[in-house]
């Protein structure tokens, strides 16, 4: 019994040293898991955790992304964190001339992201979660991932199919994150979005904060989702970091406050707010990545240390 019982903690304890349970969610071409991280004090709130690096790069266990899903328990959330299919891995020419590739990636980690969901929806009893107090945050490509996988819920798009009918998260929180249209500037045509939390850096050269657009393909960043959220009066927030680059992509850990506060007033107190903040000389965020560009990142002497 003894030898057992040291087994069990061993099998639930991460490398971090935090409590968690790992579960596999989805066979693809490989299996995909996912951690759960709980708190000691439950706010009923799960927030679902998707990591970056640029579809080419990254782990869900990555120190980082395992640090910050226990700082979220101890703001009393469960934290989730999922694997997904890296989509540019292997991929050589990334950029606007390969779109097929991109489009590719970004709609190969909404479907896992969607698995996921459905995963934690019908075992939500069994997992002691509330499939209506969802909330699904990323950071740089995992913002990407948590934006669209909305988007393409609202859109009824083929990537989405696997997320459970009828259900909608509780809320989107996207660091540096954009959305993907293949048909103009934004729209939700079958749904209205979940209030969405976005931090965006004005000056990032590598998820532009603007937009790009190439015809009627584009790739749209806060600043034009917060003109697209305003103007068919949907509840949003953004914090926009002037003259900051990529770093506001891992800027999580130190937003927390922030992240609380729309909890509060978007999701439990369901306030039909616009709320635009800017934010200078915000000295708290991690420097590393402040100067990285998209040539940066697909480099190939960077490719591999992702």
């Known amino acids: ?39 000691s004090v439950s706010n009923g709130y799960t927030i ?26 101890e703001n009393g959330y469960t934290a989730v964190a999922i694997d997904y299919r890296l989509g540019l891995r292997g991929v050589t020419n990334v950029g606007l ?7 590719n990636a970004f709609y190969m980690a909404v479907e896992d992201c969607s698995a996921a969901i459905a995963y934690l929806v019908s075992n939500a009893s069994k997992l002691n979660i509330d499939p209506q107090k969802i909330i699904i945050e990323g950071s740089s490509a995992g913002a990407i991932t948590a934006l669209m996988t909305d988007y393409a819920r609202c859109n009824s798009l083929p990537c989405a199919s696997e997320l459970p009918k009828d259900w909608r998260p509780a809320g989107i929180v996207a660091y540096s994150g954009a959305i993907y249209s293949e048909n103009g500037k934004v729209k939700w045509e079958n749904a209205q979005p979940s209030p969405t939390l976005l931090f965006h850096g004005t000056a990032d050269k590598v998820v532009f904060y603007k937009q790009l657009e190439l015809g009627k393909q584009g790739l749209y960043g806060a600043n034009a989702l917060a003109k697209r959220f305003k103007k068919y009066n949907l509840p949003f927030c953004i914090y926009r970091y002037t003259d900051l680059g990529h770093e506001v992509s891992v800027g999580g ?27 200078t000389n915000d000295s708290i965020l991690p420097t590393y990545f402040s100067n990285m560009t998209v040539r940066d990142l697909y480099r190939p002497k960077n490719r591999k240390d992702l």
Do not use: S
Request: glycine residues 8%.
């Open 1 to 39: 019994m003894k030898r057992f019982l040291i087994i069990l903690l061993v099998a639930i304890i991460g490398a971090n040293g935090f409590a968690q349970q790992t579960y596999p969610f989805v066979e693809r071409d490989t299996t995909l898991h996912l951690d759960i991280y709980r708190p």
């Open 97 to 103: 001339g390969n779109l097929t590739a991109l489009k």
């Open 253 to 279: 850990p130190v937003t927390i406050d922030e992240l609380n506060l729309f909890v509060k007033q978007y999701i439990t107190d369901r306030k039909p707010l616009h709320t635009d903040i800017t934010q």
């Open 48 to 73: 679902i955790h998707i990591f970056g690096g640029g579809f080419i790069g990254g782990y869900r266990q990555n120190k980082w992304d395992a640090d910050y899903c226990r700082k979220l328990t």
